[in-house]
Nanobody, 123 residues
């Protein structure tokens, strides 16, 4: 059974950095494109970033472009999200997800989801 487990969230001051990780098991990680999504209280889940199965292509929401970097290590079966220059509006529950096919920023195309890790940015 596929499982995705996020870690690395926490409380950080505005302008600070965090690195999220997502450990995958129960699936052939290198065959899946991966993505990060987030959901703030009272808001819909939104796309943050995605990476192709090989890591050769990346995609970002405009709101995080230039501040966040998505990467993956297929040997370690792990996905990362380096977040720099954090803003108050980045506060949300961050989810990683795995996608066999489809559109990088379309949440309904993702097959497996983690439980999320909380990121809180204080202003």
């Amino acid at each position: 059974q596929a499982q995705l487990v996020e870690s690395g969230g926490g409380l950080v001051q505005a302008g600070g950095s965090l690195r999220l990780s997502c450990a995958a098991s129960g699936l052939t990680f290198s065959r899946y494109a991966m993505g990060w999504f987030r959901q703030a209280p009272g808001k819909e889940r939104e796309f943050v970033a995605a990476v192709s199965s090989t890591g050769g292509s990346t995609y970002y929401a405009d709101s995080v472009k230039g501040r966040f970097t998505i990467s993956r290590d297929n040997a370690k079966r792990t996905l990362y999200l380096q977040m720099n220059g954090l803003k108050f509006e980045d506060t949300a529950l961050y989810y990683c997800a795995a996608r066999a096919y489809g559109i990088p920023n379309r949440s309904t195309d993702y097959n497996y989801w983690g439980q999320g890790t909380q990121v809180t940015v204080s202003s």
